[in-house]
């Protein structure tokens, strides 16, 4: 059996099929001990720790640090006997034992341009069809001499030997208009559509050397010497200084890759806007007796060390309005409705990541105090970035505390399998009738967004009209539901 063993980057729970590695806690050579820490990841759901299945030692970290990998996929190699000894090169794969070395023959059988003179055609460096040269891709061509077919009455030329081929200079133009003779005193030899053309370029005929029969200018001359021309100008040229125009492009935009927390949050939110009828109601609450409450509760010695806010009697509230309204806590299952008798309540938490809803587990069933405590737990928790998958799934029933970014209120989502989501707006004052008057008093907003496969208008009011009584009156609330 082999010593080193790959481990693979396992499922974490919920089918999750990749995760992006945020940091190896152990470097290569480590010695490790079974179930140490060896690599933080974090996967759609939250940043996990993951143990080592081996001990031993670390022998190769296969992805780097922020790599997003598949699950199934070998992330290390862990030497299970490390005191064996050294490993055998077959044992490790190392690439470099099964790589041949060229023999001198197949060495010498490489054929290789000469550095100078003529070169073959097809050999790098020689000539290439078109007057082209050879050349790898990548490289410029070198300077070669390409031959151009004789043209109909060309006096033929005598080979010679090969000599340096001196740079093409720009043909002359003159400035002066053409007086139709040549540079001999001769007339200039050129077809009026020629001439037209050296007239609408200002090129001077009698300045250019005709390549065409019996010395004539043809069009190609005339191109080439305006062409010249106008190449030899450009230096002198000083351009305007261009007006600024404003660029809505590539680069003035960023693309931020989407993956872990936020990727899953995207597919859940499309899934259940797509699925699930929403409908959504609003309350405006007086919650001056509700903060009066929380203020004698926190001066209480046994909560003086307790954390203390609005959203714990938000919560309260919930989990007292489902007793009464059990349908309101179930999911819709295809042919059926499942209506469950344990609150597992989702706390919506806005971390570096993204947003995230962990939950409560059977959170009716705990007093106000434990329920406290389980919230500043699980809010701690989430912006530590530490909290499991397992406090992420089952959730039946959620909030959303949008009032901590001084929204009065929103039209909420339904996490995917749940049927009602409440938003808790800030708690602002403002002036509300009060026993006949107007007076500044304490007033939140509530929103109720559910699936209206499952809850119908009536059963909806009520929920939330019940959640406000709570809130608009705590003490009396508790008295007469409990």
Same mark, same amino acid.
Not at 64 to 76: L, Q
Not at 169 to 179: D, E, H, I
Not at 403 to 416: A, E, H, S, Y
């Given at each position: 059996?082999?010593?080193?063993?790959?481990?693979?980057?396992?499922?974490?729970?919920?089918?999750?099929?990749?995760?992006?590695?945020?940091?190896?806690?152990?470097?290569?050579?480590?010695?490790?001990?079974?179930?140490?820490?060896?690599?933080?990841?974090?996967?759609?759901?939250?940043?996990?720790?993951?143990?080592?299945?081996?001990?031993?030692?670390?022998?190769?970290?296969?992805?780097?640090?922020?790599?997003?990998?598949?699950?199934?996929?070998?992330?290390?190699?862990?030497?299970?006997?490390?005191?064996?000894?050294?490993?055998?090169?077959?044992?490790?794969?190392?690439?470099?034992?099964?790589?041949?070395?060229?023999?001198?023959?197949?060495?010498?059988?490489?054929?290789?341009?000469?550095?100078?003179?003529?070169?073959?055609?097809?050999?790098?460096?020689?000539?290439?069809?078109?007057?082209?040269?050879?050349?790898?891709?990548?490289?410029?061509?070198?300077?070669?001499?390409?031959?151009?077919?004789?043209?109909?009455?060309?006096?033929?030329?005598?080979?010679?030997?090969?000599?340096?081929?001196?740079?093409?200079?720009?043909?002359?133009?003159?400035?002066?208009?053409?007086?139709?003779?040549?540079?001999?005193?001769?007339?200039?030899?050129?077809?009026?559509?020629?001439?037209?053309?050296?007239?609408?370029?200002?090129?001077?005929?009698?300045?250019?050397?005709?390549?065409?029969?019996?010395?004539?200018?043809?069009?190609?001359?005339?191109?080439?010497?305006?062409?010249?021309?106008?190449?030899?100008?450009?230096?002198?040229?000083?351009?305007?200084?261009?007006?600024?125009?404003?660029?809505?492009?590539?680069?003035?935009?960023?693309?931020?890759?989407?993956?872990?927390?936020?990727?899953?949050?995207?597919?859940?939110?499309?899934?259940?806007?797509?699925?699930?009828?929403?409908?959504?109601?609003?309350?405006?609450?007086?919650?001056?007796?509700?903060?009066?409450?929380?203020?004698?509760?926190? #001066?209480?010695?046994?909560?003086?060390?307790?954390?203390?806010?609005?959203?714990?009697?938000?919560?309260?509230?919930?989990?007292?309005?489902?007793?009464?309204?059990?349908?309101?806590?179930?999911?819709?299952?295809?042919?059926?409705?499942?209506?469950?008798?344990?609150? #597992?309540?989702?706390?919506?938490?806005?971390?570096?990541?993204?947003?995230?809803?962990?939950?409560?587990?059977?959170?009716?069933?705990?007093?106000?105090?434990?329920?406290?405590?389980?919230?500043?737990?699980?809010?701690?928790?989430?912006?530590?970035?530490?909290?499991?998958?397992?406090?992420?799934?089952?959730?039946?029933?959620?909030?959303?505390?949008?009032?901590?970014?001084?929204?009065?209120?929103?039209?909420?989502?339904?996490?995917?399998?749940?049927?009602?989501?409440?938003?808790?707006?800030?708690?602002?004052?403002?002036?509300?009738?009060?026993?006949?008057?107007?007076?500044?008093?304490?007033?939140?907003?509530?929103?109720?967004?559910?699936?209206?496969?499952?809850?119908?208008?009536?059963?909806?009011?009520?929920?939330?009209?019940?959640?406000?009584?709570?809130?608009?009156?705590?003490?009396?609330?508790?008295?007469?539901?409990?």
């Amino acid at each position: 059996m082999s010593r080193i063993k790959e481990f693979n980057l396992p499922d974490l729970g919920e089918g999750l099929t990749e995760g992006e590695i945020l940091a190896w806690l152990v470097k290569v050579g480590d010695v490790i001990e079974l179930n140490q820490p060896i690599v933080e990841v974090e996967t759609a759901k939250a940043a996990v720790e993951i143990p080592a299945k081996w001990a031993g030692q670390v022998q190769s970290i296969f992805h780097p640090e922020g790599s997003t990998v598949e699950v199934g996929t070998p992330i290390i190699a862990i030497d299970t006997d490390p005191g064996a000894g050294p490993i055998e090169a077959s044992t490790t794969g190392a690439p470099d034992a099964a790589l041949p070395t060229p023999s001198a023959a197949s060495l010498a059988a490489v054929q290789v341009a000469p550095a100078e003179g003529a070169v073959e055609p097809g050999l790098i460096g020689g000539p290439a069809p078109g007057g082209r040269t050879a050349v790898l891709v990548g490289y410029g061509p070198r300077t070669t001499a390409a031959k151009r077919r004789p043209r109909k009455g060309d006096t033929p030329v005598p080979a010679q030997a090969a000599q340096p081929v001196a740079p093409t200079q720009p043909a002359p133009v003159a400035t002066a208009p053409s007086n139709g003779h040549g540079p001999a005193g001769g007339p200039v030899l050129a077809k009026p559509p020629v001439r037209k053309l050296a007239k609408d370029l200002g090129v001077d005929l009698s300045a250019l050397t005709g390549s065409g029969p019996l010395g004539s200018i043809t069009r190609e001359d005339v191109q080439r010497a305006a062409s010249g021309a106008t190449a030899a100008a450009e230096p002198l040229a000083v351009s305007a200084p261009a007006t600024a125009v404003a660029s809505f492009g590539a680069d003035r935009e960023q693309r931020i890759h989407v993956k872990g927390v936020r990727k899953l949050t995207a597919e859940n939110m499309s899934r259940s806007a797509f699925t699930a009828p929403h409908v959504t109601e609003f309350l405006t609450v007086d919650v001056t007796r509700a903060m009066k409450a929380l203020d004698r509760l926190r #001066n209480r010695r046994e909560w003086r060390d307790v954390r203390v806010s609005p959203l714990l009697l938000v919560a309260k509230a919930v989990l007292l309005a489902v007793k009464r309204h059990p349908m309101v806590n179930s999911t819709w299952a295809g042919d059926e409705i499942v209506v469950k008798d344990y609150v #597992n309540l989702g706390i919506a938490a806005a971390t570096e990541r993204g947003l995230i809803v962990p939950n409560i587990k059977d959170a009716g069933r705990l007093s106000l105090r434990e329920l406290a405590d389980a919230m500043t737990g699980l809010v701690q928790t989430a912006k530590a970035g530490k909290t499991s998958p397992a406090d992420m799934s089952g959730g039946t029933l959620t909030i959303t505390n949008v009032g901590v970014f001084g929204v009065d209120t929103g039209t909420p989502i339904l996490p995917p399998g749940e049927s009602a989501i409440l938003a808790f707006g800030a708690v602002r004052e403002m002036p509300w009738v009060h026993k006949g008057k107007v007076r500044p008093r304490q007033v939140t907003t509530l929103g109720l967004s559910f699936d209206h496969r499952i809850i119908d208008g009536e059963l909806g009011s009520k929920f939330l009209r019940d959640i406000g009584e709570f809130l608009a009156d705590p003490e009396a609330a508790l008295l007469a539901w409990t």
